[in-house]
Nanobody, 114 residues
Framework: VQLQASGGGVVQAGGSLRLACAAS????????MGWYRQAPVKQRELVADMTFAGSVDYADSVKGRFTISRDLAKNAVFLQMNSLTPEDTAVYYC?????????WGQGTQVTVSS
């Protein structure tokens, strides 16, 4: 199973992007679906995630601007990003977590220009 992330790009500050992530194969037992990001010379950090039950968690820096959503039938997860700032510039990775395995997408670059 592979995760394919898409939707990154270059946008001006204040703009919006929508990221999408889908699994290439059949998956079951997904407990958490989420998005992480890694900026240059920084550690990878959680942006947002959603449990199977629908509980969501956001990094403080994105609360009120980003929204995570999912399509369980398609094993897809999305990240709507609004009011983007240059500090949001990073490679964004989707992550699916089961009881035994962490699956990662290949990353999609988001660049916000000032």
């Amino acid at each position: 199973v592979q995760l394919q992330a898409s939707g990154g790009g270059v946008v001006q500050a204040g703009g919006s992007l929508r990221l999408a992530c889908a699994a290439s194969g059949r998956m079951s037992g997904i407990r958490v679906m989420g998005w992480y990001r890694q900026a240059p010379v920084k550690q990878r950090e959680l942006v947002a995630d959603m449990t199977f039950a629908g509980s969501v968690d956001y990094a403080d820096s994105v609360k009120g601007r980003f929204t995570i959503s999912r399509d369980l039938a398609k094993n897809a997860v999305f990240l709507q990003m609004n009011s983007l700032t240059p500090e949001d510039t990073a490679v964004y990775y989707c992550n699916y977590r089961t009881a035994t395995t962490d699956y990662w997408g290949q990353g999609t670059q988001v660049t916000v220009s000032s």
